[in-house]
């Protein structure tokens, strides 16, 4: 506890003193200035409460918790004289040691005035614009005192006051009620607020500092301080809590930093003492002993003195505020917590103090638990602090790992950021399992957190790998070599046990801020696979070449490219200019480096398709422009080496990869233009050669007769052409007219076996998409406008006989052809250029549009069989195989909806997709729901309209089977899932109801005019056969306007009639049900639905008892409406003369004389009490 200060070195005073928070008095003035704001009796008291309710109502007229518009334009104007010590502070002034002198010095000469200031500045940091009164505590042995404590609000007038004891005197702080709004100057906005924070804290620790050889030891200044800080971080209203809570803390780590400096001086007075105890007895000095021993006695004193009030306010504010309720005031004190640990280590850390931050790590908030991680960072940095905490390690290393996970992603990365600090200054605290948790975090979406957990494992695996002993007396080159052969096998190590052997991409983007030396030393990772290796040297495994392939291709494609990679978040917008230099100086290094490699390699592993492909890749990362013709061999080699690869082989990868590469070389910006194109024109030369010959020698009679060698060479050089088409234009070449014999001779004939018609249509397919791209670009007559619209039209037609083929492959491949083609011609006349002359246009025949549907629902929405993949392997192989097949019908779908979504198909063909969106939502609810969106924005109406299409047919279909009287098959949908169907295309309107009002009202509309269609009603149980679908109807009357739900009801009356109000049949229940959700009563949300789903009986209620009200209102003859609407925002705006039409049309609608229903008893409804207009409904 903090000593109570004696009385004797003061006399007693017995007058009170007050000081008006707003207008205080600046801390270097004279004491007689100071004493006017003293008053000497109760009325003086009285009239500063007076004081304090005038200013409140003048405080009111300004911003919540803000300052004043004085005290704001002397922030803004620099050269304006700071007048207390909150505006010196809010100032930032630089001279702050100083502007502290200035005040220990008033506090010297006149103690109370002074503390008086220094409780007005924090109540001012606190955003309160008030009074302070102050009276002194005249008995100690008063024992009520406390029950006086009191926080309260003055209902009267306004006011906020606390009265609490700051010993020894009882300070009474009264303020508006404007504080409360939750602006105060540590979390205002503006130039100067953002830096108040820094600048309160620097006050606070120079206070402390400038005080500790004066006045910090008089048992008043610190203890008055202190109660204050206290109290007023006890306080209800945040503002006080989170200054005073702030203030306090930083004062103990100020009263830390005074706690060291005496720590030194002890010991510093104690070697003193014992150098001057080891002098002889006669050159040994005893007053000078003495003297050393009372200064050694005083210091400790003084110590225990700062420890005791440091132990106050540890107690006072931070045992209570670690737990609040606001994160920012927890972060604090945890903030500051670990600070204390590592600055005064022998005092707070121990299991004592550590038991809170382990605690705190579960927070709700992660700012507080971020601040934990940070602080325990900073206290396992230090090797000799660790040995004292080995108690909390091993009770909350769990949580730790847990952290890795954590949702906030800075957490996460500074949690795995401890744990590798604690795994280098802790040994096996961490065990294998855990090493293997926090390795697999590479293959993490979010970069951050991967590079951490990359920088982690470069530093535990493979920063230091075991190399042989036996490499005394080799060579620099041969030891650097051992090094990454050793680094490159502890990562394969670690690779293989992952099993994730396609991911080596995002594993080297992890390690590329830590390890790029390892990944850029290409020249290391190259002689791997290039340089025989030495006798004592281990010779590299199929499995270990594949992985130091696969990295040095991801490592190049790192270089040339950067960091962000697919499903990755990168956490940075930006590259700097730094970045790009070097990113270009690495492109450079790799482009010199591998035209001398590449060649070489391609030679080497020509056999090996996968390792060829991965190297044919590099190509496409060169910077040639900045080479010079010290290259030309390397430029040919590798040219060489790319003709004979693909020569080799046929694999889809493979040439993919080469057509890409070649692309590259001749590229207009190469260099090496000369040497790459007519490289590539010979091999396209010799592959349009070869095919001529080889159709012209199997083609007789328009039949196919080739035997098998022959087919096999055809479909060779047919993959090759489509590879490369699909990369440049080969129009030049022929290629169409070529391989459209082979496309002729199956539709007309058929004989090609699939793997041949479905290349042959990849490579048509490329010949159209490139004229079609191309065509615009270029001066164009009408002839070749029709010779491209012949094109096309022959092409679809070819493709249309296709997708009858008995091979499922090349049903996909014609669809997917069909597909790319219209919608790249749609594109073409979108982008078409008006001086060119009108385009030809091409419409897909109803025949062929009908087909693509067709093949859609036969191929896309069909149940997986779960006994499919059964014969072909493991539980793992079948679910594989089910991916795959998910995959293949998401990209047909998809395909699909871009017709739609493109124009080229109308709208309502997407009625049949819109009908699966129930059925298969996990697996194409995203794409179902993407092409809705996309469709509401080309046109609302019609895509509302394709909605009710959609209903009504499945409606209609239901129906059907439950009248027929047989039992309903899977493929139809049941009465519940049409209702849930409904409910869900509903929530796609979203929350703005205006944006879709026209849309909604039609659905409405169409909704009552199929159900009373052709309906004339002859008894009272006699009801419209569609009468369910109202029911369904009623899913979207949630998202109708208060008036536009009244035009509705009025437009379903016209229909059903005066007669329908007081039917209480159970047959026009649907009807009653959709009143209620159009007048918005309570029944209309109780109702249940009416028609099970597993029957075909009529629909009924479960009870009629759920709508007394209705009845109620209908036996009256007048329905209960809504409330008129009351104006919301932009529906000024929305007022037009076609609003007044339309109102001026409801009125007249209801006074028709041969309308039967209600309306005519409706309450009118004026202008002025509709402030939104209503939709027009047409008659």
Avoid at 863 to 869: E, F, G, V
Wanted: net charge negative; hydrophobic share 35%.
């Amino acid at each position: 506890m903090i000593a109570e200060p004696t009385l004797l070195s003061r006399s007693v005073q017995k007058e009170n003193s007050t000081v008006d928070v707003s207008s205080s008095t600046t801390v270097n003035h004279t004491s007689g200035v100071r004493n006017e704001n003293r008053q000497k009796n109760v009325r003086g008291k009285r009239k500063a409460r007076e004081g304090s309710e005038n200013a409140k109502r003048k405080l009111s007229k300004t911003s919540n918790g803000s300052l004043g518009r004085a005290e704001n334009e002397q922030l803004k104007n620099r050269d304006i004289e700071a007048v207390t010590l909150f505006e010196v502070v809010t100032m930032g002034k630089s001279a702050m040691q100083a502007v502290v002198d200035d005040w220990i010095e008033a506090y010297i000469m006149d103690r109370e005035p002074a503390l008086l200031d220094l409780i007005s500045f924090f109540i001012q940091c606190s955003g309160c614009k008030g009074v302070v009164t102050a009276e002194m505590f005249q008995s100690k042995e008063e024992t009520d005192v406390m029950s006086k404590m009191v926080e309260d609000l003055d209902e009267s007038s306004g006011l906020q006051y606390k009265k609490f004891l700051a010993f020894p005197w009882i300070l009474t702080v009264t303020w508006p009620m404007d504080i409360d709004s939750g602006e105060y100057p540590l979390v205002m906005s503006g130039l100067y607020w953002k830096k108040f924070r820094s600048h309160f804290c620097e006050f606070v620790s120079v206070l402390v500092a400038q005080c500790q050889y004066s006045v910090i030891f008089d048992n008043y200044l610190l203890n008055t301080l202190i109660s204050l800080l206290t109290e007023l971080s006890a306080s209800c209203v945040r503002a006080f809590r989170h200054t005073c809570t702030l203030a306090a803390v930083k004062l103990l780590s100020a009263l830390v930093n005074v706690a060291l400096s005496l720590n030194v001086s002890v010991d510093n007075s104690q070697r003193l003492y014992e150098v001057e105890l080891a002098k002889t007895s006669s050159k040994r000095v005893s007053p000078r002993l003495e003297r050393i021993q009372r200064k050694i006695t005083e210091l400790q004193d003084r110590k225990l003195e700062t420890e005791d009030m440091m132990d106050a306010i540890f107690k006072g504010v931070f045992l209570k505020r670690y737990r609040d309720v606001i994160p920012e005031i927890r972060a604090i004190c945890m903030e500051e917590l670990t600070v204390w640990m590592k600055l005064y280590s022998p005092v707070f850390l121990n299991d004592t103090y550590l038991k809170y931050v382990g605690w705190m790590l579960h927070d709700k908030q992660p700012d507080v638990r971020l601040r934990c991680v940070l602080g325990l960072q900073g206290l396992y940095q230090d090797v000799h602090l660790c040995s004292k905490m080995d108690l909390f390690t091993s009770r909350f290393k769990d949580r730790i790992i847990s952290m890795t996970l954590d949702k906030d992603h800075e957490v996460a990365v500074q949690a795995m950021r401890l744990l590798m600090v604690i795994s280098q200054s802790c040994d096996d605290v961490l065990s294998l399992d855990d090493y293997k948790h926090m390795f697999k975090f590479v293959y993490c979406s979010h970069r951050p957190l991967a590079a951490t957990a990359g920088e982690f494992l470069y530093k535990k695996l493979l920063s230091n790998p075991t190399v042989p002993q036996s490499m005394e007396g080799s060579s620099e080159e041969e030891k650097r070599r051992a090094l990454t052969l050793a680094r490159i096998r502890a990562f394969n190590s670690f690779y293989t046990e992952n099993q994730l052997h396609q991911h080596v991409l995002y594993v080297v983007d992890s390690l590329w801020d830590s390890g790029g030396a390892l990944l850029k030393d290409w020249a290391s990772l190259t002689s791997l696979l290039t340089v025989q290796p030495s006798s004592h040297e281990q010779v590299l495994s199929s499995d270990e070449e594949a992985l130091v392939t696969e990295i040095i291709l991801a490592s190049v494609r790192q270089a040339a490219e950067g960091p962000p990679l697919p499903w990755r978040s990168t956490g940075k917008k930006m590259v700097n200019t730094k970045e790009k230099r070097l990113q270009t100086d690495d492109c450079a290094k790799l482009t010199e480096h591998f035209l001398k490699v590449l060649p070489e390699l391609l030679s080497k592993y020509l056999e090996d398709a996968e390792k060829v492909t991965s190297f044919l890749k590099i190509p496409q990362y060169f910077q040639l422009e900045i080479c010079g013709d010290e290259y030309t061999d390397s430029v040919q080699a590798l040219l060489s080496g790319l003709d004979a690869a693909v020569d080799r082989h046929t694999e889809p990868g493979l040439l993919e990869a080469a057509a890409r590469s070649y692309h590259s070389l001749c590229s207009d910006d190469s260099r090496w233009q000369h040497l790459t194109v007519p490289a590539m024109g010979q091999l396209l030369q010799r592959w349009t050669h070869t095919l001529e010959t080889f159709l012209g020698e199997e083609l007789s009679d328009e039949a196919f007769v080739a035997d098998e060698e022959r087919k096999k060479e055809i479909l060779t050089t047919v993959k090759k052409l489509a590879a490369f088409n699909n990369a440049q234009d080969l129009s030049k070449w022929g290629i169409y007219e070529l391989v459209s014999k082979l496309l002729v001779i199956e539709v007309q004939h058929g004989g090609l076996p699939a793997e041949m018609t479905t290349e042959t249509l990849r490579c048509v397919c490329c010949c159209v998409l490139w004229n079609l791209n191309t065509f615009g670009e270029r001066s164009t007559s009408r002839e070749s406008a029709l010779h491209q619209r012949n094109q096309l039209r022959a092409f679809c037609e070819k493709c249309h006989r296709c997708l009858s083929h008995t091979e499922q492959v090349v049903r996909e491949q014609a669809f997917m052809c069909l597909s790319d083609i219209l919608v790249a011609h749609n594109y073409q006349l979108q982008m078409w250029d008006s001086l060119a002359g009108a385009p030809l246009l091409y419409t897909p025949e109803p025949k062929l549009q009908k087909a693509l549907l067709s093949f859609i629902l036969e191929n896309v929405f069909t149940s997986p069989d779960p006994d499919s993949h059964s014969n072909r392997g493991s539980d793992s192989e079948c679910g594989v195989g089910r991916l795959e097949d998910l995959h293949r019908r998401r990209n047909l779908l998809a395909a699909y909806c871009k017709l739609i979504v493109h124009s080229v198909l109308e709208m309502s063909m997407a009625t049949e997709i819109f009908k699966q969106y129930m059925k298969y939502y996990n697996d194409f609810g995203d794409i179902i729901k993407e092409t809705l969106n996309r469709t509401r924005q080309m046109d609302k109406i019609e895509s509302a309209r394709t909605l009710v299409l959609c209903l009504q047919q499945l409606y209609l279909r239901l129906k059907q089977e439950q009248d027929s009287g047989n039992t309903c098959s899977s493929e139809v949908q049941t009465y519940s899932s049409i209702k849930e169907l409904a409910r869900r295309f509903s929530l796609t309107f979203g929350w703005d109801q205006i944006k879709f009002r026209e849309s909604l009202a039609m659905i409405h509309r169409d909704g009552i005019e199929f159900v009373f269609q052709g309906f004339v009603q002859e008894s009272e149980k006699h009801s419209p056969p569609n009468i369910s679908y109202l029911t369904i109807l009623s899913e979207f009357s949630s998202k109708l306007l208060k008036p536009d739900k009244k035009t509705v009801y009025s437009y379903l009356q016209r229909y059903a009639g005066e007669q329908t109000i007081n039917i209480r049949e159970e047959c026009w229940m649907p009807l009653i049900y959709y009143r209620a959700s159009l007048q918005g009563t309570a029944e209309g949300e109780d109702a249940v639905s009416f028609v099970s789903s597993d029957t075909n009986k009529q629909p009924s209620l479960t009870s009629r008892s759920k709508s007394p009200s209705i009845r109620q209102a209908t036996s009256e003859g007048e329905p209960r409406l809504p409330s008129p609407c009351v104006e919301t925002k932009g529906s000024k705006q929305l007022k037009s003369v076609e609003g007044v039409k339309t109102i001026e049309q409801c009125r007249a609608l209801k006074k028709q004389p041969d309308d039967s229903g209600p309306c005519d008893v409706q309450p009118r409804t004026s202008l002025e009490e509709v402030d939104v207009d209503t939709v027009e409904i047409d008659v």
